[in-house]
């Protein structure tokens, strides 16, 4: 019983040890810093572009994302070569869009399997058509108990702002989670726990989807009746779908579920569901990429998300819809009028 106590204390100790690092530039990695820095974590910050990386430690903003959003710099080591990062830390939390995500991991020539590797993209790797937790497990030779998993509801912009907010970590490892979540818990966020990091991963892909359909709508002229309609049968679509893949015992209902499936369908932050209200006003998809200044995860998810329903015979008539219209080119409201018989 002694000896026991004597390993769990040594294990906590060396968890409070634990470096943390942050792989990304953007909004979401930007907000993930703020979080950690100010639960007075030292953070390793991977940052492709050296410009930036200069003007982030010179100015204290990130000049491209959340730029009223002072951060801490004492607390940061940045640097451009993502394996000096790497080769630092223990835990690495990895905030980089999903269309570039591949190209920058490929760039880790160092052993990785024993560090914990943590997702907090919103999407799969187009190139391998899978999802970060299933990259680090299989490219890196990392367990999948050292794998995690940052799920929403939870808006970058609304982290800057410090409205209460709500996060899921999700890892098969409770004791990493409940040491992990600690750093991402402060005034306003609060995090829960799960242990369902392969269906957390596939909704946050999902859910951008589903915003891209509800924006559709939105730009058709449809009204809040129709919406929540679409929205009921999304979740249901996507509890399929996430089923399909991987059986186990969730709640669909859940925040990670759910609760971020709404507020990118609904938020006006969200750059999925403007995507689509552009969509459904009749521009095209090249012209209505343009006009976005961020990336919408969900036009490159949705590709993914077609293909892998269809190797699963899933039923998932609306991101069937989203898809014919961005990749097939299909008519949004014809698209969306054959939709409608399918929805209940």
């Known amino acids: 019983m002694i000896k026991n106590s004597e390993n769990k204390f040594k294990i906590l100790r060396l968890q409070k040890k634990w470096k943390v690092a942050v792989l990304g530039s953007g909004s979401w990695a930007t907000a993930l810093v ?14 492709r572009n050296d410009d930036d990386a200069l003007k982030i430690m010179k100015g204290g903003v990130n000049p491209k994302y959340l730029n009223s959003l002072k951060l801490k710099t004492k607390r940061l080591n940045i640097n451009c070569e993502i394996n000096k990062i790497v080769k630092e830390a223990d835990v690495i939390l990895v905030a980089i869009p999903s269309i570039y995500a591949f190209k920058e991991l490929n760039k880790i020539n160092i052993d990785v399997s024993k560090k914990i590797f943590v997702s907090a993209v919103k999407g799969v ?7 970060l937790g299933d990259f680090f497990h299989h490219h890196f030779q990392i367990s999948y108990d050292q794998i995690g ?16 907010s709500y996060l899921t970590f999700s890892c098969p ?10 750093w991402l818990q402060c005034k306003y ?19 951008n989807c589903y915003a891209i359909a509800a924006g559709i709508a939105q730009g058709l002229g449809y009204g809040d009746n129709f919406m929540s309609v679409l929205m009921s049968n999304s ?18 209902n859940n925040s990670a579920y759910l609760g971020d499936l709404l507020v990118t ?22 012209d209505s990429l343009l006009e976005m ?8 998810g949705s590709i993914s998300a077609f293909q892998i329903s269809q190797k699963h015979k899933s039923s998932t008539p609306i991101l069937d819809t989203v898809y014919s219209i961005m990749y097939n080119k299909a008519n949004a409201k014809k698209a969306f009028k054959k939709l409608e018989s399918k929805l209940d």
């Open 34 to 47: 703020k979080i950690l820095t100010e639960n007075k974590r030292n953070v390793g910050w991977y940052i």
């Open 125 to 131: 790797l187009p190139e391998k058509m899978q999802i």
């Open 149 to 164: 998993v940052i799920a929403g509801p939870c808006h970058a912009e609304e982290i800057a702002m410090e409205k209460l």
């Open 173 to 182: 490892n409770t004791t990493n989670a409940k040491v992990i979540s600690k």
């Open 189 to 207: 966020v609060r995090v829960s726990i799960s242990t369902d990091i392969t269906g957390t991963e596939y909704a946050a892909m999902l859910k």
């Open 235 to 252: 979740i249901r679509e996507m509890k399929r779908f996430i089923k399909n893949i991987y059986k186990m015992k969730r709640n669909i």
């Open 265 to 286: 369908g609904y938020s006006s932050f969200s750059r999925n569901r403007k995507l689509g209200v552009m969509l459904g006003k009749g521009y095209n998809i090249q």
């Open 293 to 300: 200044n961020m990336i919408a995860e969900g036009y490159y």
